[in-house]
């Protein structure tokens, strides 16, 4: 899988009222508190695998993509499902990963432009900067548009090129949101299947 190496993400949310967004930090405990919300009980979700998944899942492709990647925890879960919903000029619906330009810079949502920024020793104040302008005006402008804003900060040359090719990048808020909606769809078949298994052994 393309997950960068560590235990949390970000998402970024409008603060509202002309007051700006701010960079939330998504750790384990935020996801176990999410996972409770819905339904999910943690241990169970822990005990899903990709083919529970699979199973849940509504659409050809998704089985696809989550046969392909095989992923194990919640942020790989999460870009798996992200990959359906992200959408690259040149590329097919769902297949970006199978792209090399893709393996060194995963860009499926609008908070990696702000993670891979920070990586590559961007500001965070930059970093945010580039993000909005990109989650504000990255789909509706003029290329070139796009390309003056991206070599006035000095974005390196191969994630501006992703950039450039991406006509479309949701939120991550969205993309948890969807995952979760899987998630719960597969607890619930995965907690059936557990009964019936302990009721097929109660007859024996």
């Not at 796009?146 to 040359?157: F, G």
């Amino acid at each position: 899988m393309f997950v960068r190496n560590r235990g949390y993400r970000f998402i970024i949310r409008d603060l509202g009222f002309n007051s700006g967004c701010t960079a939330l930090c998504i750790n384990a405990s935020w996801i176990n508190g999410l996972l409770g919300e819905h339904g999910v009980d943690p241990v169970t979700f822990r005990k899903l695998s990709w083919q529970d998944l699979a199973e849940a899942a509504g659409t050809g492709i998704s089985r696809r993509i989550l046969s392909d990647l095989r992923p194990a925890g919640f942020w790989q879960m999460c870009d798996a499902v992200s990959l359906l919903h992200a959408d690259y000029a040149g590329s097919e619906k769902g297949m970006a990963y199978r792209n090399s330009w893709f393996k060194e810079y995963p860009i499926l949502v609008e908070e990696d432009i702000y993670e891979i920024l920070l990586d590559e020793g961007f500001s965070q104040e930059d970093a945010m900067e580039i993000t909005l302008w990109y989650r504000q005006h990255g789909e509706s402008c003029d290329r070139s548009e796009l390309r003056d804003m991206l070599e006035l900060y000095d974005v390196p040359a191969d994630i501006s090129r992703i950039l450039m090719n991406a006509a479309h990048l949701p939120s991550r808020e969205k993309m948890i949101a969807e995952l979760m909606k899987l998630l719960k769809k597969s607890a619930s078949l995965f907690e059936r299947k557990q009964i019936s298994y302990r009721d097929s052994r109660e007859v024996c």
